[in-house]
C-alpha cells in the first residue's frame, strides 16, 4: 500500500484547492485541514475508505 508523506502548512501556496474526480463532483478542499469548505469528511474520502474497508 502507498503511503504518502505529509505536507507541511508552510508549503502551500493558497489554503483552498479543488479535488476532482471523474465519478463525483469536485470539491473545493481547505488544504490546511484536508477537509472540504463546507464542513465534514470529503465525499471522496469516504469512497477511498470505504473501498480500503473491502479490501481488507
Do not use: M, N
Request: aromatic share 12%; with cysteine.
Amino acid at each position: 500500500r502507498v503511503k504518502y508523506p505529509l505536507v507541511q502548512p508552510q508549503e502551500f501556496d493558497s489554503d483552498y484547492s479543488y479535488v476532482w474526480s471523474t465519478s463525483f463532483q469536485g470539491e473545493i478542499i481547505d488544504a490546511r485541514c484536508g477537509r472540504p469548505v463546507t464542513g465534514g469528511t470529503s465525499l471522496i474520502s469516504k469512497v477511498v475508505l470505504l473501498s480500503e474497508y473491502r479490501h481488507v
